[in-house]
């Protein structure tokens, strides 16, 4: 009678949903859908030939060692979040400021096609893909990081 009870139990258990299946709609498992894989796996042994522990212990260690992974993907998301609103504060102390700035007019000779300007900015915002740009008197934008000195010109000697 165990036997039919472990077949329907099995029958059961392959029709019903997976309790991991992704609903993840990048295709990557996050750390909770590694958890209940590790849990499933741990429930569902076969008793008499249980999870050697090292394994045990590795899939542990894979599972801290890929928290600390997403852990430190949200601080570095967090840090370029702040890097890019301070850029954006700086530059806006700028208003008004003549500054002098620099572009590459053509990138393969970067030495020779270097165009240089002074003008006062206008404004200050952020791109569409986050970069800080600048608005000069003269109506052109430029990224932030063209801008190389700040104040008036001085005078050689």
């Known amino acids: 009678m165990s036997a039919i009870t472990d077949n329907m139990q099995l029958s059961n258990t392959s029709n019903s949903k997976s309790p991991f299946a992704a609903e993840n709609t990048n295709g990557n498992m996050d750390k ?38 997403t852990n430190m993907n949200k601080s570095l998301e967090q840090s370029t979040q702040f890097m890019a609103q301070d850029a954006l504060m700086q530059l806006s102390s700028l208003i008004g400021q003549d500054v002098t700035w620099q572009t590459l007019v053509n990138a393969h000779t970067p030495n020779e096609d270097v165009q240089t300007g002074r003008n006062e900015i206008k404004s200050v915002k952020k791109d569409t893909q986050g970069n800080v740009m600048v608005e000069l008197d003269s109506g052109r934008w430029i990224d932030g990081r063209q801008v190389v000195n700040i104040g008036k010109e001085q005078a050689e000697s």
């Open 32 to 69: 909770d859908d590694f958890l209940k894989l590790l849990i499933t796996q741990l429930q569902n042994q076969n008793p008499l030939e249980p999870m050697n522990d090292t394994e045990y212990v590795s899939q542990i260690a894979n599972f801290s060692t890929l928290e600390q992974m």
